[in-house]
């Protein structure tokens, strides 16, 4: 099918909305949020019966634990989501925020200032929720956004999308402020990636094969939120309690998610102390362990990990160990296997941990604490739109500050250049 006619019906409309909203006062936004937030409560009936579609789907569809838990909504879950937006309103609204102000030697007056973005697309896979975090974070700062989640929430997305559209319009915004796709087939996908007639910014969240699909297809700019490979190094300083704690904390407490751990490197002089009390408090945890040879030698029953294991984001309870001679070993790993996500390390060596701060160029890096914390709402940013891997205009936890631009304000007495 050809989407181009229905799809440049919704760049469009989206483009007629987003002027409003870019210069909307912030007391207006927040009004909107909260008839948002209202709203989908009104809907949690609609909302909840369309979800359950979705995970009877999932489950004919075998989708695996993680990802039929990333895609259920309950009560509870839905309550949280609207307290989501609730946290939305308080925010500071980044538009009109001065990044700085300076004199030039003719006394013009140069103030940079916030501005909203203008029309982002967003491409999502399973989680519903994101479907309203990235609508009210884009709204708040000033931005129309065209959804497109996937397949397997669709009937989440639709109910979710309805609520908030009607939401939208009482608070007398175009109800085409947040557009969601209808369509989850791919070639609809390859067309909102060259609508750059109407969309300023695309934001892919999900798998690689989608992070990948986006990039090489796109003519619109993309901010990546590529895979979480995420690595946690275990020193030979380590605090052992600590390291069990951390490690149990990233890998299981949520295992579907970018920023569990997916790889743990152990330092081989701390390994006789710590392997052992390791696999058990994992196997406990019913995680499969997939070692090298040395950390197999260790365990016997663990699965001896092949060269794509350690390129492998799991999103499941399956976690990769590897026993190296040295902290720089570790690095130079994380260097060749990791995606530039998150990573830690746990050592009590003020040297070590100072070292890996500064040689491990990921997005968020750690000491003495678990990767799940990569997270918007954990970094006191309110929601967050993803978590960038990329290197310019955004990295790590994109929140609000992260969805506008800038431009320059000139004030003049009268000047002109010589």
């Known amino acids: 099918m050809d989407y181009k006619y229905e799809l440049d019906h919704i760049g469009e409309n989206a483009k007629r909305a987003f002027k409003p909203l870019s210069i909307a006062p912030t007391d207006e936004k927040n009004s909107c949020l909260a008839s948002i937030a209202s709203r989908l409560i009104d809907d949690k009936g609609t909302i909840l019966e369309a979800n359950k579609i ?3 789907n999932g489950e004919q569809n075998n989708l695996n634990d993680a990802l039929l838990d990333r895609l259920k909504l309950t009560s509870d879950r839905l309550e949280d989501i609207a307290k989501g937006v609730e946290e939305i309103i308080q925010l500071d609204d980044p538009v009109g925020k001065m990044d700085n102000e300076f004199k030039l030697y003719n006394n013009l007056v140069v103030k940079k200032v916030r501005v909203a973005l203008g029309v982002i697309g967003i ?3 399973s989680r519903p929720n994101v479907t309203v975090d990235a609508a009210a974070l884009c709204l708040k700062a000033g931005n129309a956004v065209i959804l497109r989640g996937g397949s397997e929430s669709i009937h989440s997305n639709k109910a979710l999308a309805q609520s908030m559209a009607s939401a939208i319009q ?4 175009s109800r085409f402020s947040v557009q969601l796709l209808p369509w989850t087939d791919r070639e609809a996908v390859s067309r909102l990636l060259k609508l750059n007639e109407y969309i300023d910014l695309i934001i892919p969240r999900g798998g690689e094969g989608l992070i990948k699909f986006v990039a090489e297809n796109a003519t619109v700019p993309v901010v990546k939120h590529y895979k979480g490979v995420c690595h946690i190094f275990i020193d030979k300083d380590a605090d052992t309690d600590m390291a069990l704690s951390i490690v149990e904390n990233a890998k299981c407490q949520r295992p579907g998610v970018c920023n569990a751990v997916e790889t743990v490197l152990i330092h081989k002089k701390i390994a006789d102390n710590l392997v052992s009390p390791l696999a058990q408090c994992l196997t406990l945890k019913d995680v499969e362990l997939r070692g090298d040879e040395r950390f197999c030698a260790y365990i016997p029953s663990a699965r001896l ?5 350690w390129y492998e984001e799991y999103l499941d309870k399956i976690l990769s160990i590897r026993i190296v001679d040295n ?3 570790a690095i130079a790993h994380i260097a060749t296997y990791g995606s530039a996500h998150s990573d830690a390390i746990i050592s009590e060596n003020q040297d070590a941990c100072d070292k890996f701060l500064h040689e491990v160029d990921s997005a968020v890096v750690y000491v003495n604490a678990s990767t799940r914390f990569t997270d918007g709402g954990q970094f006191g940013m309110g929601a967050e739109i993803g978590i960038s891997t990329d290197r310019i205009h955004a990295r790590g936890p994109m ?7 800038y431009k320059f304000n000139v004030i003049g007495t009268g000047q002109i250049r010589k």
């Not at 009482?170 to 915004?173: A, I, M």
């Not at 990990?305 to 294991?309: L, R």
């Not at 929140?399 to 631009?405: P, S, V």
């Open 305 to 309: 990990a092949t060269e794509n294991d």
């Open 54 to 56: 979705d995970i009877h």
């Open 170 to 173: 009482e608070s007398n915004f």
């Open 123 to 125: 491409i999502y896979e």
């Open 327 to 329: 902290i720089d070993e």
């Open 399 to 405: 929140g609000i500050n992260e969805l506008t631009t």
